[in-house]
């Protein structure tokens, strides 16, 4: 058997340590953050786009209500990813979030329920000041 100095299974432990520690730390390092988790925000975003496309798809949205309401589902996406971007979503930016949700659920219901369609044409003005005058010499 070889006779093995004491400090040699100390030094071999103390690099083994230190080299753990480097390979922990550099991994550490390398992982980003996951940001905030906002699973309702989520949900309620995606349902929301749902209740959009279905609307432009069934006509009950004009085009330019399709334009305003996604313009709008931009914006709480833009304020979705501002208040994650510190990785952590307070109990005020949700309640933002919350209430911009609310506002474009009823934005959303109340241009899909109007009078105004995608298929509509327009009726030309008629009638006593509308400027449209009866043919001279009409029957």
């Known amino acids: 058997m070889r006779y093995v100095p004491a400090s040699i299974p100390a030094l071999t432990a103390a690099v083994s340590a230190a080299l753990l520690s480097l ?10 953050s996951a940001p905030a988790a906002t699973p309702g925000v989520d949900n309620r975003q995606q349902r929301q786009e749902q209740r959009i496309d279905n609307g432009r798809a069934s006509g009950a949205l004009t085009p330019r209500e399709n334009r305003r309401l996604e313009r709008q589902q931009t914006r709480i996406e833009r304020s979705e990813d501002a208040a994650r971007a510190d990785g952590k979503v307070t109990a005020a930016e949700r309640r933002q979030l919350h209430h911009q949700q609310h506002r474009a659920s009823k934005n959303i219901r109340h241009q899909k329920h109007d009078a105004q369609t995608a298929g509509a044409q327009r009726m030309p003005p008629s009638g006593p000041g509308s400027g449209v005058h009866a043919a001279p010499g009409g029957n």
Not at 25 to 30: E, L, P
């Open 23 to 32: 390979v922990v730390a550099t991994a550490s390092a390398q992982t980003p």
